[in-house]
């Protein structure tokens, strides 16, 4: 990414693991605990541990990089991250849902954006201890190995996650894909595209920006890519933080799933 130097990128990414590992630590003190929750606007849930993990991170992340804007799903917006050139954006807990029933899939993600694309980005699973880490131009890893997106070409037996809306069309159910169960995480289930474990997956409009800048630079570096319906790269950092229907592919594959899922104009 111009402007931004390998030493740079990998001093950040160092920053953002080991904010990322930590408050995956916290977070999974209250996992299988029942602890408080309640729903917040949107309807969505949100729990003491969210907001815990949200402030540690806020303190972590804001003392190593205080010109550093920032933008997190458990944190009031601030339109001042708009004038900043890097900016901090994160889910504490990614799969809160899934996290509140015991599922083991939530995670930590935590990105740095610069002019509306990620360059270090990390996705951490505490329960499955799984860590995934990136940076622009410097490859994706899953427990510090190389990853790379299946080869898969043909939509045929491709191995598919997503919403049951998008999956359950009648051109979905013709091109003989393998429907796996939704994953409760929109970070995990992109990031399981990325290893190569899914071939393919979807999510319905409305994704914000910390569902998925670290996993959008994850697929990237791992030579794939989370594009809208129309194949259009996302950019980060904006007045709105919400995205609409996207697919995380092989690049390759992409054309082909584009047919099925693309809506027939009426």
């Known amino acids: 990414m111009p402007g931004i130097d390998q030493f740079t990128k990998e001093k950040d990414l160092v920053l953002l693991r080991n904010a990322a590992i930590a408050g995956g630590m916290i977070a999974k003190r209250y996992f299988g605990e029942n602890p408080q929750s309640w729903t917040k606007q949107g309807n969505s849930p949100v729990s003491i541990a969210d907001l815990e993990v949200d402030r540690f991170l806020k303190d972590t ?3 190593a990089r205080p010109d550093y804007g920032w933008l997190s799903e ?3 917006d601030n339109p001042e991250r708009l004038k900043k050139q890097r900016v901090f954006v994160v889910d504490p807990i990614d799969g ?10 939530w995670c930590v993600s935590v990105a ?7 360059y270090a980005g990390v996705v951490y699973c505490p329960v499955r201890d799984e860590l995934f880490t990136a940076t622009s131009q410097g490859g994706a890893f899953k427990n510090d190995v190389p990853i790379k997106v299946s080869a898969k070409e043909d939509v045929e037996n491709s191995l598919v996650s997503g919403p049951d809306r998008l999956l359950s069309s009648p051109k979905a159910k ?3 894909l393998q429907f796996q169960p939704k994953i409760g995480s929109l970070a995990y289930r992109f990031a399981m595209v990325a290893d190569g474990r899914l071939d393919a997956a979807m999510a319905q409009a409305r994704a914000s920006d910390w569902d998925l800048a670290a996993v959008d630079l994850l697929l990237a570096e791992a030579g794939g890519q989370l594009v809208d319906a129309q194949g259009n790269a996302l950019l980060y950092n904006k007045s709105s933080t919400n995205h609409p229907e996207l697919v995380a592919s092989p690049v390759k594959l992409f054309k082909r799933l584009q047919g099925i899922f693309r809506r027939d104009e009426p």
């Not at 809160?96 to 899939?105: G, Q």
């Not at 740095?112 to 990620?118: D, K, S, T």
């Open 74 to 76: 458990e944190s009031e």
């Open 61 to 63: 992340l804001l003392k």
């Open 112 to 118: 740095i954006v610069e002019n509306g694309r990620p």
């Open 174 to 176: 013709a091109a003989s």
């Open 96 to 105: 809160t849902r899934a996290f509140l029933f015991n599922k083991s899939e």
